[in-house]
């Protein structure tokens, strides 16, 4: 980690990675993958001092959104979400408010068990986290699992409503890839679908290597990539790609 007081530019926002680094999912693309060997083997294990100091620091170079990730799937590790979320949530009253906290997920264990969903999404939105980014590699839920390497994924309309039922607003991150959104015509059918069933905002970014470097193989092509950002112009909906 870099030392916040060698950086002489302002940030926006920071992500802090926490949990345990299990997966319940297995994706060829894994860009947690190289940094499990660093994760503890325990939820609930970290380093309370060094969140606080970092958070603190980001504040102070103009950080006010605040992202949790995981090498794993942070879902699994839900004492150390919510023990990061605390620590965030008592720094308000020293005046450093992180405006807008977010979770990253792939959804499949707020999808799968109700009451999960129940007792975590609503305890995060009472520490104020405010939307959960749920990555989607295709709308197809039985070649979304084949993506994932999983045997089944849940309806990801059962997914945003218990997002929504916590309080909470749900963002899809698609990866586009030639092997799932690859085309414009695919990726305007993905959006609105996802605008149907409840999605708040897409974001969506070509697949990236473990050098987490855009994957040219496997990338759309530009021409279709240009293809998408112009239909997105004209979109009366929150997509950022």
């Known amino acids: 980690m870099h030392e916040m007081n060698t950086l002489n530019y302002p940030l926006n926002s ?43 620091a980001c504040y102070e170079k103009g950080a006010r959104s605040l992202s ?7 879902t699994l590790s839900p ?24 979770l990253y997920s792939n959804g499949i264990r707020i999808g799968e068990e109700e009451n999960f969903s129940r007792e975590y999404l609503s305890l995060w ?12 590699h295709d709308i197809d839920e039985t070649r979304n699992a084949q993506i994932y390497g999983v045997k089944s994924y849940p309806s990801l309309e059962l997914v945003v409503s218990r997002i929504h039922d916590a309080g909470m607003s749900m963002r899809a991150n698609l990866v586009l890839s030639k092997n799932t959104i690859c085309t414009a015509k695919k990726f305007i059918h993905t959006v609105k679908y996802l605008r149907k069933i ?5 974001s969506a970014w070509p697949i990236r290597n473990m050098q987490d470097e855009v994957d040219r193989s496997l990338s759309p092509i530009k021409s279709e990539l240009d293809l998408m950002e112009k239909e997105i ?5 929150r997509v950022r790609l």
Request: glycine share 8%; hydrophobic share 35%; charged share 25%.
């Open 14 to 56: 920071v992500s802090i990675f926490v949990g345990t680094g299990r997966c319940n999912a297995n994706c060829n693309h894994c860009a947690g993958l190289p940094l499990r060997k660093y994760a503890p083997k325990e939820d609930g294990v970290l380093n309370e001092a060094l969140i606080e100091r970092t958070l603190r």
């Open 68 to 74: 949790i990730s995981s090498s794993g799937e942070p």
């Open 79 to 102: 004492k150390s979400v919510t023990r990061v979320l605390e620590i965030a949530h008592g720094m308000r009253k020293e005046g450093i408010n992180y405006q807008r906290a977010s």
């Open 125 to 136: 939105k009472e520490l104020e986290l405010k939307t959960v980014y749920v990555t989607v």
């Open 198 to 202: 409840g999605v708040d905002e897409v």
């Open 233 to 237: 112009s004209a979109m009366d909906f």
